[in-house]
């Protein structure tokens, strides 16, 4: 079955403790992509890659890390969380058809709160 | 730069209501556009798409047409369910940026049994 996981589904953390979120998709898309969900402000993406060993900045990076070492994984690294950075965290991978169709796949979400 | 507008929720609705959500890009060229559903406690589930001007997305009763002219999107649905009761979110993508999707602030819809 196609899917992209996530771990932790749920966090709760301090401010400062460094924290990894895992994205892991089975599908061999070369796109993935970390997004955060906040009340009447829609997805905002954090980080995309298009590639193993690349990646780059999306809307709202400050405070993330990313890396992508292997094509199947993107995990989310918070430094040193801070209580703004409580949101709903959803990764996605995505394929990009030669006909023009895009497909994105999105994991089930990663509820974080910094206090 | 790229950006999706769409009405502000909640939108209360009795079951067997006819639905509209308006959605509105803008963008230059012809971005593909989509329409997600996210089910509470749930991840993203992508609803119907469509690629071009006049492509008509459709799926579980829900249709949305890609107008150029208007630059729309707008989501609709004859006949809602109370199991239709999600957020709705109007995006759009660019195929030579597949990664980045941009969304609209999503518009949360309840229907009465």
């Known amino acids: 079955e196609a899917q992209v996981t996530q771990n932790p589904r749920y966090l709760i953390t301090v401010t400062g403790k460094k924290l990894t979120v895992t994205c892991s998709q089975n599908m061999n898309h070369e796109y993935m992509s970390w997004y955060r969900q906040d009340p009447g402000l829609g997805l905002r993406q954090i980080y995309y890659?298009?590639?193993?060993?690349?990646?780059d900045k999306g809307d709202v990076p400050e405070g993330y890390k990313v890396s992508r070492k292997e094509k199947r994984n993107f995990p989310l690294i918070l430094e040193s969380p801070s209580p703004n950075q409580t949101s709903l965290y959803f990764c996605?991978?995505?394929?990009?058809?030669?006909?023009?169709?895009?497909?994105?796949?999105f994991g089930p979400g990663t509820r974080l709160t910094v206090t | 730069g790229d950006s999706v507008t769409q009405m502000e929720g909640p939108v209360t609705l009795s079951e067997e209501a006819f639905l509209t959500i308006n959605c509105t890009y803008t963008a230059t060229g012809y971005p593909s556009l989509f329409w997600y559903v996210q089910y509470p406690g749930e991840g993203l589930q992508l609803l119907l798409k469509a690629t071009k001007a006049d492509d008509k997305g459709s799926n579980k009763g829900f249709e949305a047409t890609y107008r150029k002219e208007t630059t729309s999107f707008h989501l609709e649905k004859g006949s809602v369910q109370v199991s239709d009761s999600a957020v709705y979110f109007c995006a759009l993508a660019r195929y030579s940026s597949a990664s980045k999707i941009i969304f609209g602030s999503g518009t949360r819809l309840s229907i009465r049994p």
């Open positions: 996605a991978s995505s394929w990009a058809g030669t006909s023009g169709s895009i497909e994105q796949y």
């Open positions: 890659s298009m590639n193993v060993e690349v990646t």
